[in-house]
């Protein structure tokens, strides 16, 4: 059994700052832990990944320059640092696990909401 839980959402103003979390348990090998999110009305958006031996660390181009992912497998968690937050970065942030290579995410959060207002 695997649970995903998120962390670290809220309200903040444009330009500001907020840092999410996702611990995960029940399982202790993984292959990549990644972040999403999707706004009403839109598709989801993948937003970044990180491997489990830190060797590979996608960002989507949205937020590059802003938004940096981090683990920390000691506590089987991975961060989500989000830098110059904008409007149109309002979501609900979901994470995801991955198990195997080239496979879709196999496990999902209940996700955190995070609305920046201007």
């Known amino acids: 059994q695997v649970q995903l839980v998120e962390s670290g959402g809220g309200l903040v103003q444009a330009g500001g700052s907020l840092r999410l979390s996702c611990a995960a348990s029940?399982?202790?090998?993984?292959?990549?832990m990644g972040w999403f999110r999707q706004a009403p009305g839109k598709e989801r958006e993948f937003v970044s990944s990180?491997?489990?031996?830190?060797?590979?660390?996608n960002l989507a181009e949205s937020v590059q320059g802003r938004f940096t992912i981090s683990r920390d497998n000691a506590k089987n968690t991975v961060y989500l640092q989000m830098n110059s937050l904008k409007p149109e970065d309002t979501a609900v942030y979901l994470c995801?696990?991955?198990?195997?290579?080239?496979?879709?995410?196999?496990?999902w959060g209940q996700g955190t909401q995070v609305t920046v207002s201007s």
């Open positions: 990180i491997t489990w031996n830190g060797s590979t660390r």
């Open positions: 029940g399982r202790t090998f993984y292959y990549a």
């Open positions: 995801a696990m991955k198990i195997t290579p080239g496979a879709s995410y196999d496990y």
